[in-house]
């Protein structure tokens, strides 16, 4: 018999066409995500799923899942899962690392660049036709080159984020649990400080760690105001790292000069202060959206709920301790 498996959003036709070589697909490609009892009919009698940071995948699910042997989410996040759940019923749970990295940094740059160059503001003078003339003092921002930059987070996408600064003449700065080794720092040209002086001395702060109660409001009032007056902060990792309402008295209050986001609390209703203020570059977490990267992900995570559905163990399974239990 050919194992069942949910695909619970669209995800690209060749994604599909795999999963068919190995699987009976039930494949939700109307795009809406499923709601929490259509899920729970869906899984029922499904050994596998793939799903995204839109489904919660939690105890009283997997309570009704007896078969389900894989979750798979599209996504290298996974804070929609509970995965010790997981672990207890001797169920694999598997990201999507690496193959977002690059997209990821790219997007925190273009945030950092937008931000410090008001690009949104500007846009939308430009397309209300308010634009009557060169001046001298108009819509200035500032640098990105020579500035500092802090990385909060040094795993894979805080290290394609500092890489990049090195064509912009940074100096970098980073702060993380633990430090990374000396040839990677020696590389990126970059070295630990604590959280407080990375927050006193950076200009653009990016977040790049993942969410979870330890993460939770990382950056709240107190932090803020540790930044500079001109600081940028940038977060592309998750919502709920940040304080959004301490956020945004920063923002109002000019604690600190500007934000750029692409993700929320409580996304996708955010905060509806965020659309009143000019100084945020708002984005809807698309932080690994571009064409490649999603086919990428989709496509590990579908490699990833196969080798489990026959029998292997999966490329990118986060809890070993599943398979001892
Ligand atoms: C991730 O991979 O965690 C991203 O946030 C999904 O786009």
């Known amino acids: 018999m050919r194992p069942k498996i949910l695909v619970t959003r669209e995800v690209f036709d060749e994604t599909l066409e795999y999963l068919r070589e190995h699987c009976d697909v039930d494949a939700n490609q109307e795009d809406m995500a499923l709601a929490p009892d259509a899920l729970m009919k869906r899984l029922a009698d499904k050994e596998g799923v793939i799903c995204s940071?839109?489904?919660?995948?939690?105890?009283?699910?997997?309570?009704?899942?007896?078969?389900?042997?894989?979750?798979?989410?599209i996504a290298v996040g996974y804070n929609n899962i509970d995965v010790p759940a997981c672990s207890a019923r001797g169920i694999m749970a598997t990201n999507t690392p690496g193959v977002l990295d690059d997209s990821t940094a790219d997007l925190a740059w273009t945030l950092m660049l937008g931000a410090a160059r008001r690009i949104t503001e500007v846009e939308r003078y430009v397309r209300n036709g308010e634009w009557k003339g060169w001046r001298l003092k108009q819509w200035l921002g500032i640098d990105v080159h020579h500035a500092t930059l802090g990385i909060i987070g040094m795993g894979r996408i805080g290290q394609a984020i500092a890489r990049r600064a090195a064509g912009f003449d940074m100096r970098v700065l980073y702060h993380n649990r633990k430090r990374v080794d000396e040839?990677?720092?020696?590389?990126?040209?970059?070295?630990?400080?604590?959280?407080?002086e990375l927050l006193g001395k950076s200009d653009f702060v990016v977040l790049q760690v993942p969410y979870s109660p330890e993460t939770h409001h990382l950056i709240g009032a107190a932090q803020l105001s540790k930044m500079k007056r001109n600081a940028i902060l940038i977060n592309s990792t998750r919502g709920g790292v940040v304080d959004d309402q301490a956020l945004i008295s920063a923002l109002r209050n000019g604690t600190i000069r500007a934000a750029g986001l692409d993700v929320f609390e409580n996304e996708p209703k955010l905060n509806p202060a965020f659309l009143d203020l000019d100084n945020v570059v708002l984005?809807?977490?698309?932080?690994?959206?571009?064409?490649a990267t999603r086919c990428a992900m989709a496509m590990t995570a579908a490699k990833n709920a196969v080798a489990v559905l026959i029998g292997s163990t999966p490329p990118n399974l986060i809890n070993a301790e599943a398979i001892r239990s």
């Open 53 to 73: 940071l839109t489904d919660r995948i939690d105890a009283a699910l997997l309570e009704r899942c007896p078969k389900l042997k894989v979750v798979a989410n």
């Open 183 to 196: 040839e990677i720092e020696r590389k990126l040209n970059t070295r630990w400080v604590s959280l407080d």
């Open 283 to 291: 984005a809807p977490h698309i932080g690994s959206s571009t064409e």
